[in-house]
């Protein structure tokens, strides 16, 4: 008489041999990660610094016109904001800081969270930067 494995038997023996391969799979997949979760680290804090230093730069700007930078600005926002103090660009450049800090701070956080989504914001708001950078210094003028 022949002995046939019973159906709970093979489903079993299956189950098993799936198990042991995705055990396997995945200790292939811990030893090998696609991207160390720290690389992306140094180009995030360079875009920072780079956000925050052209900042800085178009900030220095503005105090070094002085009373000319309404004849400069091309920003609507940042010209109601010269006026509102006749001018003086006090709180123009306050207005510009916040906004700075909490673009900067708000991408800092997203980075902590969400670090996929964190990466394009931060190319956008670089190359962003870039050409107010390149508008800055007048190549093109």
């Known amino acids: 008489m022949l002995d046939f494995p019973s159906e709970s038997h ?3 023996k299956a189950l098993s041999s799936r198990d042991g391969q995705a055990a396997h799979d995945d200790a292939n ?14 180009f995030f804090t360079a875009a920072l610094l780079f956000v925050g230093g ?6 220095y700007l503005v ?19 010269l006026r509102i103090d006749n001018g003086n660009p006090s709180v123009f450049l306050r207005v ?7 673009a900067l701070t708000g991408l ?13 914001i931060a190319f956008a708001l ?7 950078l390149v508008f800055l210094e007048g190549p093109f003028s």
């Open 108 to 120: 800092s956080l997203l980075h902590r969270r969400h670090k996929r989504i964190a990466a394009p």
């Open 54 to 59: 052209v900042s800085f730069y178009d900030g």
């Open 29 to 42: 997949t811990a030893a090998t990660p696609a991207t160390p979760p720290q690389a992306w680290a140094p």
């Open 96 to 102: 510009k800081a916040a906004g700075t800090i909490l």
């Open 63 to 81: 105090l070094r016109t002085g009373d000319m930078i309404e004849d400069f600005e091309k920003n609507p926002v940042g010209l109601y904001l």
């Open 126 to 132: 670089s190359a962003f930067q870039t050409g107010l």
């Open 10 to 12: 093979r489903k079993t």
